[in-house]
């Protein structure tokens, strides 16, 4: 049985899971018309489906710890996913990372930490939590969405002049009250 809970200083390893490789299978392609927002997707053929996976962090659970609370879900003892609320000057906490062990993914793991999330935004007074996807990853937009995510901003700046260049940050915003 998964059981979500804070991750606490005797945990504190656990913030630092590995990231794992997920398909890069199309794009989330955002609209702005009359006020409102709206994407289409472009999935990829078959033979241009690739693999992406993020560089692992190290992450100091004491330095975070000033601004951040950090959820984890357990099978047992075996931290399988996190996820990581820091705190905001505006009415939305940020999620600034969400992850789950590969071998444990589509089983609601995600959601589970999503609701504690909200759960916990609305307990430190946010409005509700905002977070950013790459346009690419259209897994990872498809889950925002799918938990009450709406878009509200298109960032098409924030790689130039890096190696991912061609990508784009959607933002993303959910009312949790």
């Known amino acids: ?29 955002p609209s702005y018309q009359n006020g409102e927002w709206g994407h289409t997707e472009l999935l990829f053929p078959k033979e241009n489906v ?6 692992d962090e190290d992450y100091d659970f004491e330095e975070m710890l000033k601004n951040s609370i950090f959820v984890g879900a357990y099978d047992g003892e075996k931290c399988v996913g996190v996820a ?10 940020y999620l600034y990372d969400l992850k789950v062990d590969a071998g444990y993914r589509g089983q609601q793991i ?22 950013q996807g790459q346009d690419n990853n259209l897994g990872a937009c498809r889950f925002y969405l799918k938990m009450g995510f709406e878009i509200g901003g298109l960032d098409t700046r924030v ?3 890096t190696l ?10 959910c009312d949790c009250c």
């Open 159 to 161: 790689y130039r002049g």
């Open 84 to 93: 990581i609320l820091q705190q905001a000057y505006q009415k939305y906490m």
């Open 110 to 131: 995600g959601a589970k930490l999503m609701e504690k999330c909200k759960e916990i935004a609305v307990q430190q007074g946010y409005r509700g939590l905002y977070t």
């Open 1 to 29: 049985m998964i059981t979500v809970k804070i991750i606490d200083a005797d945990h504190k390893d656990d913030i630092n899971i590995k990231n794992q490789p997920f398909a890069l299978f199309g794009l989330l392609l």
């Open 164 to 173: 991912q260049e061609h990508k784009k940050d959607i933002l993303f915003y």
């Open 50 to 55: 690739t693999e992406m996976c993020f560089p």
